[in-house]
C-alpha cells in the first residue's frame, strides 16, 4: 500500500476470501511500501514530502478495508514482514534516537488480528514453507534465477510460497518417495506502476492466487488475476 494510491484491491480481495470460504490468508509481505524510509531515495527530489505516518495509516486503511469486506468470515490471517516493513528495524538501528517513538508495533498486526512473521522467518501452513523469501548463501539474498520456483524447492526440499519479486513462477518436483513439492513466486497485489522499478514494471504478475485441498505439502493450484477479480468483485 502506497500513500497517494487508492486501497480499493484489497476491499476486493476481502471479498474474494470470503466468497471463495478460503481457511487461511497468507499476506507475503511488503504490504507497507515506506517509501519514507528508502535508504535508496534519501536525498533526492523523489524522496521529498514523504511522511512516515502517512505509510503507516495507508497500510492500516488497507488491512480495514480488507477485513471489513470478510464480512463474519473469519479465516487464519498471517502476516509476513517483507524488506519494506524491515525498513523500520534498520532506520531503527542507525537511529537509536527514535526508539520509542517509532516502533514496529506501528504495523498493529496483532491489534487486527494478524500473525506476525519476522522478516525471513519462515511459517508453515499445510505443510508448505511461506517466507518473504528464501535466502541463498551467506549473505542471505533472496534465492532467484531464471527457475526462480524450482531453485526455492531445491534449496530447502520442501513445499514453499514466496513473494517478493512480483513476478509469478510456478514448479512442481518430486522428493525420492514420490510425494510432489510444490514452489510458488505468488506475484503481487497492486496495478500502479512503481517509478523506481523502471522497465521491471512490464515483468510484473498482478494476481490472487488460492490453494486448494492443501495438506501435507500438496495443492492444487488456482489463480485469480487482477482483471478477473475486479471483474467479479470490483
Known amino acids: 500500500s502506497t500513500p497517494g494510491v487508492p486501497n480499493h484491491r484489497y476491499e476486493m480481495a476481502g471479498r474474494l476470501a470470503a466468497d471463495q470460504g478460503v481457511d487461511v ?3 507475503l509481505g511488503d504490504w507497507h511500501e515506506m517509501g519514507s524510509l528508502s535508504s535508496y531515495d534519501q536525498g533526492k527530489q523523489q524522496f521529498e514530502g514523504r511522511r512516515y505516518w502517512e505509510d503507516i495509516d495507508v497500510g492500516l486503511d488497507a488491512r480495514l478495508r480488507f477485513r471489513r469486506e470478510l464480512a463474519g468470515h473469519e479465516p487464519r490471517l ?3 514482514m517483507g524488506n519494506h516493513e524491515q525498513r523500520l528495524q534498520t532506520f531503527l538501528s542507525s537511529e537509536p534516537r527514535f526508539d520509542g517513538i517509532l516502533s514496529m508495533d506501528d504495523y498493529r498486526h496483532a491489534d487486527l488480528g494478524w500473525e506476525s512473521i519476522p522478516y525471513l522467518e ?3 501452513v499445510a505443510g508448505i514453507l511461506a517466507s518473504h523469501f528464501f535466502v541463498s548463501g551467506v549473505r542471505s539474498m533472496p534465492v532467484g534465477g531464471l527457475h526462480q520456483a524450482a531453485n526455492c524447492i ?4 520442501r513445499s514453499t510460497i514466496m513473494g517478493h519479486t512480483h513476478t509469478y513462477d510456478y514448479a512442481v518436483r518430486s522428493d525420492p518417495t514420490g510425494r510432489k513439492l510444490h514452489g ?3 506475484g503481487c497485489w497492486f496495478e500502479h506502476r512503481q517509478e523506481w522499478a523502471g522497465p521491471a514494471n512490464a515483468l510484473y504478475d498482478r494476481a490472487l492466487t488460492i490453494l486448494r485441498n492443501a495438506h501435507d505439502g500438496e495443492y492444487d493450484l488456482e489463480v485469480w488475476g487482477l482483471e478477473r ?3 467479479v468483485y470490483g
Open 25 to 27: 490468508v497468507l499476506e
Open 78 to 80: 498471517i502476516a509476513c
Open 122 to 124: 519462515t511459517v508453515e
Open 154 to 157: 531445491a534449496k530447502t526440499m
Open 184 to 186: 510458488l513466486v505468488a
Open 229 to 231: 477479480v475486479k471483474r
